[in-house]
């Protein structure tokens, strides 16, 4: 937790960049808020600074209707950390705790629900269950104000138990109903068809902003492009205003993104434009948390850059591509089977083609699959490095979801035939989010880069920007 001088100096500043890393409450009128709100600045002796959104609300304050402290980055500490609060504060927000429960978080975690629940509270102020609530409201909240999908099915989709909680739960922490939630909604919603059992799904797609800190560096898009795998992902429009769609296989069914390149108006709000469609609104959590992590946007490029600025061999690097993110995967069993294929899309697409689950509805654009399991590939025709990557994926030696011990998934990927020092780690980088893996290159060295730590990744990227061999990115 940041200390108490330099959070209220941040809070003075309306300094955006520790949004998300900290919370601001008032104790004189019952509000939290983001560091940046544009409210006037409280005194000092009302202020109580809270690390999540969860541990604010449960010391009884309500969301500031100004600034919507929900709507913020995500703290790039959990990222960061290996330890067991990180791998949970990851699974948490991949949405483990809305459809496995706390005993299916504590089973994933390896560890006692009683120790969990004690090491969450004591670091960030919440346990699983108030920081599993804190965000199924801020999911509820974007359907309710983005659809005109009903209150009960918005209740739902959310991952509330039910519409009293769903009740309850929005007017402790909005100070509103659901119903006058959503009348302060700015613009118009989209359409929503209807229901059917399951929760409705608007026709065209779910809107969403994805906010992050900034500045951006858009040759993500670059990236992607290059490695985007033909059937489940693609590139669309000219530079300066593409926009990256791909397939998502999700706990509840299927779903296809779309992320905009930020224009003018998008970089000075600092956000990227997004479209979920969704065949279960019940996703919705887990899809923006791929999606965040796919393009990096917890980041904190201020502590990169104060990381890396000084280094002589990347101080030009970082001046010249302020923002340049590391980015992660949105299906990180793809990002591993291409790794051990060599990164070629086209070897990707011929097990798509053969493997692959066609899209319900036909083809979108040029998206036709969703990539093909690891149980499938397991009991395929495929090359011997990825039928042992997913065999050990369905045993359980190997395990790539967000709340990974990155050590133990490296170690067993070292132990798969065909996977060397270099393909393990860009896994652990990619695939599990890691902004700590260095892998050496003709510029730099493994001792070179100890003191890039723990921006390592980030520094990678900046050498491999700048190279003109581009073998894997």
Partial sequence: ???????????????????????????TTGIYCRPSC?????????????????????????????????????????????DLVGRAMRLIRDGVVDRDGVVGLAARLGYSERQVHRQLTAEVGAGPVALARAQRAQTARVLLQTTDLPVTEVAFAAGFASV?????????????????????????????????????????GVPLRLAYRGPYDTTVFDLLAR???????????????????????LPYGMGIAEVDEPGAKAREGRWLECRLRLADLRDLTTAV????????????????TAALGTDPLLAPLVRGAPGLRSPGAADPHQLAVCAVLGGHPDRAAALVARYGEPLPGGP?????????TTRTLAAADVPKPVLALAAAVEDGTLCLDPGADRDRAQAALLALPGVDEWTAGYIRMRA??????????????ARDANAWRPWRSYALRHLRAASPAREQD
């Fill in 38 to 82: 544009p409210a006037v600045t409280p005194k000092r002796e009302n202020v109580t600074f809270y690390p999540t959104a969860a541990a604010a609300q449960g010391a009884g304050y309500r969301a500031c209707r100004r600034c919507r402290p929900d709507a913020v980055p995500g703290s790039p500490e959990w990222n960061v950390r290996a």
């Fill in 364 to 372: 979108d654009g040029s998206l036709t699959h969703l990539f093909p």
């Fill in 227 to 249: 490695r985007a795998v033909p059937g489940v992902e693609e590139l669309t429009g000219e530079p300066g205003a593409r926009t990256y769609r791909r397939t998502l296989r």
């Fill in 432 to 445: 599990l989010g890691d902004p700590d893996v260095f892998l050496p290159t003709q510029n730099a060295t």
């Fill in 164 to 204: 009293r909680q769903f009740n309850d739960s929005i007017r402790e922490i909005y100070a509103r109903t659901p119903t006058q939630l959503r009348a302060v909604t700015r613009g118009q919603r989209v359409a929503a068809t209807p229901p059917s059992g399951t929760p409705a799904v608007p026709t065209a």
């Fill in 289 to 304: 948390q791929r999606m965040r992590g796919l393009f990096d946007l917890d980041a904190d490029p201020e502590a990169v």
């Fill in 1 to 27: 937790m940041i200390d108490v001088e330099t959070g209220y100096q941040a809070v003075r500043s309306r300094d955006s960049r520790f949004d998300g890393v900290f919370f601001t409450a008032v104790r």
